[in-house]
């Protein structure tokens, strides 16, 4: 099973005070190292952070998500790394569970995020393809972009939210880390395209349910600080991966095979 020391939680915050406040004060991370990487925040989200019992990396200044992603995983040493955002309230079961099931497959594992209310959030996502995200953009329901585990199931997806995510220091490192090109926003969709693009699988487990705030700015009305980086996310994504953009190909259709299997849902014995 492996001990609290092998699995380390990284947390990027920005302006983030709040947000630790409500999904994290009573120190749901239990025994578990969880280190919080602060985006040079102007609100006191690392004091808040080191109050609550984090070990605070900060920054003087705001290098994006990925980036911090990155440095917190190399301030760590654990088997097992977890990211999950400051508006996600993780569970000491739920973790351990999630360094298991990395331990076992080897590539992404996440659990199912869920709203307030327990209802799920599509946190697994099939491919990405340029009209399916538009689709989303407009809030249009799209079952093969838009996927659940329940419990008892672990789906494979083509990628999962950078909200929370579970990948050994060893798949870590054979994917190079997070993709800091990207300051905020496609950053896990390209690190969930590569993993499988390097034989390594992406799952969610439907057993592990944490609760999720989600609070995109690009989905709550016009931000146009939100939607430029939006929008230079979506231009490199799309360059790096032009098989998203236009379907063609054999890594399109290896993405393909991934939606067209169901996400390859498995019931646990």
């Known amino acids: 099973m492996g001990t ?3 699995v380390a939680l990284i947390t990027v915050t920005y302006n983030s005070a709040r947000a630790l406040t409500e999904f994290w004060r009573n120190r ?5 190292p ?9 609100d006191g989200s690392a004091r808040v952070a080191e109050d609550l019992g984090a070990q605070v990396l900060a920054l003087p200044s705001n290098v994006g998500f990925s980036a911090a992603n990155n440095l917190g995983a190399a301030s760590v040493d ?4 977890i990211f999950c955002n400051p508006d996600v309230t993780v569970t000491a079961d739920g973790i351990a569970a999630l360094a298991g099931d990395a331990r076992r497959y080897g590539g992404i594992i996440a659990p199912q995020l869920v709203n307030v209310d327990g209802t799920p959030q599509e946190n697994g996502r099939g ?3 340029l009209s399916r995200k538009a689709k989303h953009l407009f809030r249009l329901p799209d079952e093969r972009y838009q996927r659940f585990a329940r ?4 789906a494979d997806v083509v990628w999962v939210m950078g909200a929370a995510l579970a990948v050994t220091r060893r798949a870590f490192d054979a994917l190079a880390g997070w993709d800091d090109g990207f300051f905020v926003y496609y950053e896990d969709a390209d690190l969930g395209v590569r993993a499988w693009q390097q034989g390594l699988s992406v799952r969610v487990d439907g057993d592990v349910r944490w609760q999720h705030g989600w609070g995109r700015e690009t989905g709550r009305g016009f931000s146009p600080h939100a939607w430029k980086h939006e929008l230079a996310s979506a231009w490199r994504f799309y360059r790096k991966h032009p098989y998203c953009l ?3 190909g054999r ?5 393909h095979r991934i939606d067209s299997a169901g996400a390859m849902i498995g019931v646990r014995a």
């Open 4 to 6: 609290d020391g092998d």
């Open 28 to 32: 749901p991370f239990g025994r578990y």
């Open 34 to 42: 969880w280190t919080v990487v602060d985006n040079a925040s102007s």
């Open 78 to 81: 654990a088997e097992v790394l």
């Open 127 to 129: 491919t990405p393809f």
């Open 151 to 154: 419990p008892g199931e672990l």
């Open 246 to 248: 236009l379907p063609m």
């Open 251 to 255: 890594r399109a259709h290896q993405l």
